[in-house]
């Protein structure tokens, strides 16, 4: 209602100021009236000053006072006399002026002045001098009451106040209801419904039958709703069908890595495999005496759990997993990751070095989707070294924000490193190995999917990958996690 208030003050101060100027022009007639009354009652003066310096040399003083009373006597408007202004006409009253004003008179000038009576009202005084010869031995004096014009200007001023207080409440009235019911609700509805379009509610369409610039907002604002909710539906299915995408290549990726783990994993299951079968023949050959029968039974058991232990580590990493954000030690993270890698590694040649220290250092992550892509980073980093080498892999809180272009806030994370020491990766192709199918790797030995999903799993989580390499020297890739505070959660540890 901000606006019909506006509106409203706006049409208040136009009226006063068309009123004001009104009342002004009317004020500046009632001047030139007043100012014509006056002129008129100075040609009055002069007229009867003709008139009676004939007679005052003819027949003398006490006739034109004679003469003047019996004008007084027929007009009632105006009163005239005459006064003396000579100490030798003593039949004449004396003027009531002041000094300067009889100097005025003698000086053969007008004087005219208004005076205020005890009861309030004006009266106005003529005086004109009478030359008789080289004399002025009387001045004829016309009063006349303003009370008349000060009732009509009172009246006037009064007429017009009540006029502009009248408008001003009549147009305020009806404008105040037709803002309100033509602007003031109508914006109101519009509001509601931008505010509840801004929160994502686009149903319950306005329903203004307006023919204006309103009702046509109003139109479009509801074809703007119904396109945001039809864009909404559409996002919201390619949302869901990029999310089952990007789970599938995940599933993928994990498969990939598993067959790249099979044959690693085949190698390890070889040992407690030779030791089963070689302590079963020597069960089955000999009569050998119990305890020594009880021995080689509990190395048997021991080798097998051995090697269901491997199978379900292999099991556990390829199955899909529901994604939980949760409180989970990194250096367990770590530790799996490790021994999940530890028969590829061996097979590389490459020796794997961990510095977790003993302190938990616990980050709000999916256990299992983090432990994805450090595998696919870890195993990256195996692959590199084609000669064998060392690989280390340590993890640390830091206090840092993100750089260019994601340039997050700063805060706490827990950083995980991984370093090879590998050819390292050329300048021209660094910025490229996070995207998809992108790979230095001979064909058959890379998917080029590694990288890109482990990037995508560490995004999603709020953090980054930061990358260094040299050629000749490896390369260090350093996940960087939110740090969280909480207890850790059991299952995700």
């Known amino acids: ?27 500046r007639q009632e001047v030139v009236l007043s100012e014509a009354d006056r002129q008129r009652t100075r040609q009055l003066g002069l007229a009867w ?27 009632a408007a105006v009163t005239v006399r005459l006064v003396g202004l000579d100490p030798t006409a003593g039949y004449l009253p004396r003027a009531d002026l002041a000094p300067d004003q009889l100097a005025t008179l003698n000086d053969g000038k007008l004087v005219r002045f208004t005076r205020q009576d005890t009861a309030g009202d004006q009266w106005q005084h003529f005086f004109a001098p009478l030359t008789v010869g080289r004399f002025r031995p009387a001045a004829i004096e016309f009063v006349e009451s303003l009370k008349g014009e000060q009732t009509f200007i009172t009246m006037t001023h009064t007429a017009m106040l009540w006029a502009t207080i009248a408008v001003i409440a009549v147009c305020g009235v009806i404008v105040t209801v037709v803002n309100f019911w033509f602007v003031g609700r109508p914006l109101q509805s519009l509001r509601d419904k931008a505010r509840r379009a801004g929160s994502g509610d686009f149903s319950l369409p306005l329903s203004l039958q307006q023919h204006d610039e309103i009702g046509d907002l109003a139109r479009e604002l509801n074809a703007m709703c119904e396109r945001l909710a039809e864009g909404r539906r559409r996002l919201d299915a390619e949302t869901e069908a990029r999310i089952a995408a990007l789970e599938q290549l995940r599933h993928t990726d994990r498969l990939a890595t598993v067959g790249q ?13 030779n030791v089963v079968s070689a302590r079963a023949q020597s069960i089955a050959a000999t009569d050998m005496p119990r305890q020594e029968l009880i021995t080689n039974a509990n190395i ?20 899909r997993h529901t994604a939980k954000i949760a409180a989970a030690d990194v250096r367990h993270i770590i530790t799996q990751t490790i021994d999940l890698l530890s028969s590829v590694a061996d097979k590389s040649n490459v020796t794997v070095h961990c510095d977790i220290g003993n302190t938990p250092m616990l980050a709000a992550v999916d256990a299992n989707q983090i432990q994805q892509a450090l595998t696919n980073i870890v195993l990256n980093g195996i692959q590199a070294m084609t000669r064998g080498g060392a690989l280390r892999i340590s993890a ?21 490193t991984v370093e090879d020491s590998g050819m390292g990766i050329p300048a021209d192709r660094l910025r490229h190995i996070f995207e998809p199918f992108f790979t230095t790797k001979a064909v058959g030995e890379g998917t080029g999917l590694g990288l890109a999903v482990a990037h995508g799993i560490v995004a999603e989580h709020g953090g980054w990958i930061a990358v260094e390499s040299t050629i000749g020297s490896g390369s260090r890739f350093s996940i960087f996690v939110p740090q969280s505070t909480a207890k850790p959660d059991v299952a995700a540890a």
Request: glycine content about 10%; charged content about 20%; proline content about 3%.
């Open 1 to 27: 209602m901000k606006l019909a208030r506006r509106l409203n003050l706006a049409l208040i101060l136009g009226i006063i100021a068309v009123m004001t100027t009104y009342a002004y022009l009317q004020v």
């Open 49 to 75: 000053l003709g008139t009676l310096e004939g007679v005052w040399e003819q027949e003398g003083g006490q006739r034109a006072q004679e003469l003047v009373e019996r004008a007084n006597q027929r007009a």
């Open 261 to 273: 783990l099979a044959a690693g994993v085949a190698h390890e299951l070889g040992t407690p495999l």
């Open 300 to 319: 048997i058991g021991e080798q097998s759990d051995r090697m269901t232990a491997i199978i379900q580590q292999l099991l556990d990493f390829s199955r």
């Open 396 to 416: 640390g809180s830091r206090r840092t924000r993100a750089s260019a272009p994601d340039d997050g806030p700063e805060g706490e994370y827990v950083c995980i």
